[in-house]
């Protein structure tokens, strides 16, 4: 049976909010602005027992495998964002905020859905965009939005930047959503937050108020923080900042090596566990990235593998910095 529907916006009302806010353009962005909130403490983000990192931990256990489930354990006893967009669909979304929901707890969610079709049908992105706004209603959550978007999209990409646009616009109405829009990453593009502070113009950021840094990269903590508060002297508002530590603990691959952005070698590590707040001011740490899947730059597809899980575990550190 459905929960919470009576909480929940339909697509229609979606619509209707987005068009008010599109139709009073710099007025809407100074009351969005203005209506922002800030993220909920970590203590109260939610851990999925349903995860692959957690029917493993049980697996192991079960089959009296105590080292290993020891090692998987400090994945599965993280809050680790859930991946959703065209691939899975805002169904499968919805029955994740539910489960969160009902467990008292704040759902952490990627929308990773322009990017990964590499801006073809921005129709149907829009479209998810409502659907999943409408999965979320006006209940509490966590949206990063688009991992590896606007690094790798190019400023005549209009179509795509207006799409994502559209994205930020419809998920930060929504009244307990907090959004972190995607910035790249301090060890990528050689760190240029000009460039990309113009990306960010473009698909409205001060609307939503919050930066994703280090989505899919291991560069040290640290080194994001200084990113993002360059990125924040070159905008006209005030940044949040979540930077994915799910594998930064040994910081990055060096950059003399080929492709040094593919852990080919198993080199990366879990890095500081998921907090809001940190010793820095308006900075959460996240695991984005799911920790313990495979990437698709060395052992395709994208899944969910022990091995990975293992060798991320093991080589885990708190360290922000070199």
């Known amino acids: 049976m459905r929960r919470i529907v009576k909480r929940r916006p339909s697509l229609s009302m979606v619509a209707v909010v987005t068009a008010l806010l599109v139709a009073v353009g710099g007025t809407a962005t100074a009351l969005a602005a ?33 080292d290993e489930a020891a090692l998987i354990e400090r994945i599965a006893s993280q809050p680790r964002f859930n991946w959703y967009g065209l691939f899975i669909g805002a169904n499968r979304l919805e029955e994740y905020v ?57 400023l005549s990409e209009r179509a795509c930047f207006a799409a994502i646009r559209y994205g930020v616009r419809v998920l930060s109405a929504l009244p307990g959503t907090t959004v972190y829009m995607d910035a790249g990453a301090s060890d990528w593009g050689g760190g240029n937050p000009l460039g990309m502070a113009r990306k960010l113009r473009r698909v409205d950021i001060c609307r939503a108020g919050g930066v994703l840094l280090n989505a899919t990269h291991a560069d040290w903590t640290v080194r994001n923080v200084r990113y993002g508060r360059a990125l924040e002297r070159l905008l006209a508002c005030r940044l949040r900042i979540l930077v994915n530590t799910a594998e930064n603990g040994q910081g990055p691959n060096p950059r003399t090596r080929a492709r040094s952005w593919c852990d080919s070698e198993q080199h990366y590590g879990l890095g500081p566990d998921p907090a809001s707040p940190t010793p820095y001011p308006r900075v959460a740490y996240g695991w984005v990235n799911r920790p313990g899947y495979t990437q698709q730059c060395y052992d395709p597809p994208v899944r969910w593998a022990l091995y990975r899980a293992l060798g991320l575990a093991e080589r885990a550190s708190s360290r922000v910095g070199p």
Not at 38 to 62: F, H, I, K, M
Not at 101 to 119: D, M, Q, T
């Open 34 to 66: 203005t209506a922002r909130i800030g993220p909920p403490p970590s203590t109260t983000w939610y851990v999925d027992p349903e995860s692959p990192a957690n029917r493993e931990l049980a697996s192991l256990q079960a089959d009296g495998r105590h």
């Open 98 to 154: 539910d489960r969160a929901v009902a467990a008292g707890n704040v759902p952490l969610v990627v929308i990773f859905n322009v990017e990964a079709r590499e801006c073809g049908d921005l129709a149907a992105a829009r479209r998810f965009y409502d659907e999943a706004a409408a999965a979320i209603g006006s209940r509490r959550a966590m949206v990063a939005l688009e991992p590896d978007s606007l690094g790798s999209m190019k």
